[in-house]
């Protein structure tokens, strides 16, 4: 039984900082790749970040330089450290092991 469950979200300032995590379970966490997904109201969900399975990582190009995917294989969670915070990163954030498996998101709100 894989489950992944997010936690960290909430209502932050433009230009405040948030840290999500996605505790896993039932899964081989320290041979999968990882990623964050965002999805807007109206708009499709898109990829934030990855981590893979030995640790190097890539970004989409708005996040790049402010938002910062990590993992704990012994604690089997993810993370993603959100910095600058912008309204436009307004969204729920998904994590998901690449296989099918998806959390059940946690919001993240920019709001002055």
């Known amino acids: 039984q894989v489950q992944l469950v997010e936690s960290g979200g909430g209502l932050v300032q433009p230009g405040g900082s948030l840290r999500l995590s996605c505790v896993t379970s039932g899964s081989i966490f320290s041979i999968s790749d990882m990623a964050w997904y965002r999805q807007a109201p109206g708009k499709q969900r898109e990829l934030v970040a990855t981590?893979?399975?030995?640790?190097?990582?890539s970004y989409a190009h708005s996040v790049q330089g402010r938002f910062t995917i990590s993992r704990d294989n012994a604690k089997k969670t993810l993370y993603l450290q959100m910095n600058s915070l912008r309204p436009e990163d307004t969204a729920v954030y998904y994590c998901?092991?690449?296989?099918?498996?998806w959390g059940q998101g946690t919001q993240v709100t920019v709001s002055s």
């Open positions: 981590i893979s399975s030995r640790g190097p990582t």
């Open positions: 998901t092991d690449l296989q099918g498996y």
